[in-house]
């Protein structure tokens, strides 16, 4: 590689738009599988029906994306006999942007109630700017969006990116450990407005010249007050709390179901079609009865019963066991007392409840624990498929603490590939510099190679990075990845959920029965061999939409004193340690 000679990368931003988007076309051919099925005694009529290649060879590739189940950990759903719902962003769906201004006003006015300035009235909700699985530190006041690890990928300070010297001295390490309670994770729909408001309400008092900035930065000052970022924080918290317990927002939900709630009629067959393949059906909700009744009642408000021609029912019969005021992620730990609910009235019956399961009979019960419920129906921990939104308290607990088998519902997902789809020649792109930059430290010697030379290349990481994150709608850009680096929020994706998708509905697409396979995923030691990329399903689903784990190098400006411990260790080959998660 000649030297630069100090001149600035042409990376122009129509050159970063001229980078096609590019595939991976890796895999086993059709012969190959031929001659294995032929070895094993396959009968001939079974080879006839194969079909392979990148179109076909992952789980329900005939699909369309909005459409598919993606694929975490192989589940095989003979084995499930339970399959649990939560009810918000999960079988009810909030309609975007329209409930996050609803809820940004309500939270607005309260915050005025308890003696913020009038002025922040005026103030209108951005839907294209806050993103979930973001942390606010609470003692600086910034957003941060972290890698899997805790690196930080990103920090802001009201709307405004935190300089890199700034970013030193306040993250020595470039780092946030993301268990300190300094640091609160943002990782729900229902967060969107905080974030944003968060983020409006720091930049308000950063810009207000009646205030200045404490001299260690965790907050501001007038002549006769003090406010800190925490301060701001817990009244924000607890201005949120009041609403959903003593406020207006349910009910302001509940008088107006078809502006915020969206509706699906394929719900009712769906649950209609997993009981009468034998299998329990349950909701596990931490709302109360009586939004949940008003809720459900909606979502199954049509003039039919599953489908046209057959009688309306009650939203209850697609149940099995309901399960309101569920407390979770606690009803996933020691929980709380299970007590039965009178559908009739909502009132809860006295008392710890013991009875007995009726079949055809559905249960309507509060409370209770993960444990309380599989004593009670005599269910095992991996025969439940439980399906939520909320990462931590519907996925992460349930898998991690009960070994339940899980699904994560992610809304955005949609959008998320589509905007994949603009950036995936980019990331493509990005690797090979990555590779080039990671040739250049781990050889210094074999040529003449200046400081300018990696500048440039760094440079040009740095842009092309940027340039990915603009391909996405959400100014944060993608709620999985910065750049290369996949973000906390994917890490616990990858782990946690054996299946992902836009919609629990995508089940509907894929037989009662079916076995939901992931690729093989080879160690960066098991990569080095010549013949590891051979047959790798892994490599091939690159180009599907993926959500890649770190990288072997992504360029931090700030990394240059470890830059060549990274590269000698890390780096053996391009894309060594690329590995994605594919359906």
Same mark, same amino acid.
């Given at each position: 590689?000649?030297?630069s000679g100090?001149?600035e990368?042409?990376?122009?931003?129509?050159?970063?738009?001229?980078?096609?988007v590019?595939g991976?076309?890796?895999?086993?051919?059709?012969?190959?599988l031929?001659?294995?099925?032929?070895?094993?005694?396959?009968s001939?009529e079974l080879q006839?029906?194969?079909?392979?290649?990148?179109?076909?060879?992952?789980?329900?590739?005939?699909?369309?994306?909005?459409?598919?189940?993606?694929?975490?950990s192989?589940?095989?759903?003979?084995?499930?006999?339970?399959?649990g719902f939560?009810?918000?962003?999960?079988?009810?769906?909030?309609k975007?942007p329209?409930y996050e201004e609803?809820?940004?006003?309500?939270i607005?006015?309260r915050?005025?109630d308890?003696g913020?300035?009038?002025?922040?009235l005026?103030s209108?909700?951005?839907?294209?700017f806050p993103?979930?699985?973001?942390?606010?530190?609470q003692?600086?006041?910034?957003?941060?969006?972290?890698?899997?690890y805790?690196?930080l990928?990103?920090?802001l300070h009201g709307?405004e990116?935190?300089?890199?010297a700034?970013?030193?001295?306040?993250y020595?390490?470039?780092f946030?450990?993301p268990?300190?309670?300094r640091?609160?994770?943002?990782?729900?729909?229902f967060?969107l407005p905080?974030?944003?408001?968060?983020?409006?309400?720091?930049n308000?008092?950063?810009?207000?010249?009646d205030?200045?900035?404490l001299a260690n930065g965790t907050?501001?000052e007038s002549?006769d007050?003090v406010?800190?970022?925490?301060?701001?924080?817990?009244?924000?918290?607890?201005a949120?709390?009041?609403?959903?317990v003593?406020g207006?927002?349910?009910?302001?939900?509940v008088n107006?179901?078809?502006?915020?709630?969206?509706k699906?009629?394929r719900l009712?067959?769906?649950l209609?079609?997993?009981?009468?393949s034998?299998r329990?059906?349950?909701l596990?909700t931490n709302?109360?009865?009586s939004?949940?009744?008003?809720?459900?009642?909606h979502?199954?408000?049509?003039?039919?019963?599953?489908?046209?021609?057959m009688p309306h029912?009650?939203w209850s019969?697609y149940f099995?066991?309901?399960i309101?005021?569920?407390q979770k992620?606690?009803f996933?730990?020691e929980?709380t007392?299970?007590?039965q609910?009178?559908?009739?009235?909502?009132?809860?019956?006295?008392g710890k409840?013991?009875?007995?399961?009726?079949?055809?009979?559905?249960?309507?019960?509060a409370g209770g624990?993960?444990h309380?419920?599989?004593?009670?129906t005599?269910?095992?921990?991996?025969?439940i498929?439980?399906?939520?939104?909320?990462?931590f308290?519907?996925?992460?607990?349930s898998k991690?603490?009960?070994?339940w088998?899980?699904f994560l519902?992610?809304?955005?997902l949609n959008?998320?590939i589509?905007?994949w789809q603009?950036?995936?020649g @980019? !990331?493509?792109y990005?690797?090979? #510099?990555?590779f080039i930059?990671? &040739? =250049?430290?781990?050889?210094?010697g074999?040529a003449?190679v200046?400081d300018?030379?990696?500048k440039?290349?760094?440079?040009?990481?740095?842009?092309?990075?940027t340039?990915?994150?603009?391909?996405h709608?959400?100014r944060?850009g993608?709620l999985?990845?910065?750049g290369?680096r996949?973000?906390?929020?994917?890490?616990?994706?990858m782990r946690?959920a054996?299946?992902y998708?836009s919609?629990?509905?995508?089940?509907?697409n894929?037989?009662?029965?079916? @076995? !939901?396979?992931?690729?093989h995923? #080879?160690?960066?030691?098991e990569? &080095? =061999?010549?013949?590891?990329t051979?047959g790798?399903a892994?490599a091939?689903?690159?180009?599907l939409y993926?959500?890649?784990?770190t990288p072997?190098?992504?360029?931090?400006?700030?990394?240059?004193?470890s830059?060549?411990?990274a590269?000698s260790s890390e780096?053996?080959?391009?894309?060594?340690?690329q590995k994605?998660?594919?359906?």
């Amino acid at each position: 590689m000649e030297s630069s000679g100090g001149s600035e990368p042409a990376l122009s931003e129509e050159f970063l738009r001229s980078i096609s988007v590019q595939g991976v076309n890796h895999g086993p051919s059709r012969a190959e599988l031929v001659d294995i099925m032929t070895e094993l005694g396959i009968s001939e009529e079974l080879q006839a029906g194969l079909h392979v290649g990148v179109e076909d060879y992952a789980d329900g590739c005939h699909l369309d994306h909005s459409n598919r189940v993606f694929v975490n950990s192989s589940l095989n759903m003979n084995t499930i006999k339970y399959i649990g719902f939560d009810m918000d962003y999960t079988l009810a769906i909030y309609k975007s942007p329209v409930y996050e201004e609803m809820t940004f006003n309500l939270i607005m006015k309260r915050l005025v109630d308890i003696g913020y300035p009038k002025d922040l009235l005026d103030s209108n909700y951005d839907a294209s700017f806050p993103q979930r699985g973001l942390f606010f530190d609470q003692e600086y006041g910034n957003l941060l969006k972290l890698d899997q690890y805790g690196n930080l990928l990103l920090c802001l300070h009201g709307f405004e990116d935190v300089d890199a010297a700034t970013i030193r001295q306040l993250y020595p390490s470039k780092f946030a450990s993301p268990s300190e309670s300094r640091f609160y994770c943002l990782n729900t729909l229902f967060n969107l407005p905080e974030v944003y408001i968060l983020a409006l309400l720091v930049n308000s008092y950063d810009a207000n010249p009646d205030v200045r900035k404490l001299a260690n930065g965790t907050g501001v000052e007038s002549e006769d007050l003090v406010l800190s970022y925490k301060s701001i924080f817990q009244d924000l918290r607890r201005a949120i709390d009041w609403l959903h317990v003593e406020g207006n927002l349910k009910s302001k939900t509940v008088n107006d179901l078809d502006l915020y709630i969206e509706k699906d009629p394929r719900l009712p067959l769906m649950l209609h079609r997993i009981r009468e393949s034998g299998r329990k059906v349950f909701l596990a909700t931490n709302s109360g009865w009586s939004y949940t009744k008003s809720m459900m009642e909606h979502l199954f408000n049509f003039p039919h019963g599953p489908q046209e021609g057959m009688p309306h029912r009650p939203w209850s019969s697609y149940f099995d066991f309901i399960i309101v005021d569920a407390q979770k992620p606690l009803f996933f730990a020691e929980g709380t007392v299970l007590r039965q609910i009178d559908p009739d009235t909502g009132a809860l019956k006295i008392g710890k409840y013991k009875g007995t399961i009726r079949d055809g009979e559905t249960c309507f019960w509060a409370g209770g624990s993960s444990h309380a419920f599989c004593q009670m129906t005599g269910a095992r921990g991996k025969e439940i498929l439980f399906v939520g939104d909320h990462i931590f308290g519907d996925i992460l607990r349930s898998k991690k603490y009960q070994g339940w088998r899980t699904f994560l519902v992610v809304p955005e997902l949609n959008q998320e590939i589509t905007d994949w789809q603009s950036a995936q020649g @980019l !990331f493509h792109y990005l690797k090979k #510099l990555e590779f080039i930059l990671s &040739s =250049m430290i781990r050889n210094p010697g074999e040529a003449d190679v200046n400081d300018q030379d990696i500048k440039c290349v760094r440079d040009a990481i740095k842009k092309t990075a940027t340039a990915m994150d603009r391909c996405h709608r959400s100014r944060l850009g993608s709620l999985f990845r910065s750049g290369s680096r996949q973000s906390y929020f994917a890490m616990q994706a990858m782990r946690y959920a054996d299946l992902y998708a836009s919609s629990f509905i995508n089940l509907t697409n894929y037989p009662s029965r079916y @076995l !939901f396979r992931a690729p093989h995923q #080879l160690m960066p030691h098991e990569q &080095s =061999m010549p013949s590891a990329t051979e047959g790798n399903a892994s490599a091939m689903d690159a180009s599907l939409y993926p959500l890649s784990s770190t990288p072997a190098y992504h360029h931090d400006e700030d990394d240059e004193d470890s830059d060549e411990a990274a590269m000698s260790s890390e780096v053996s080959q391009e894309g060594s340690n690329q590995k994605v998660m594919t359906p």
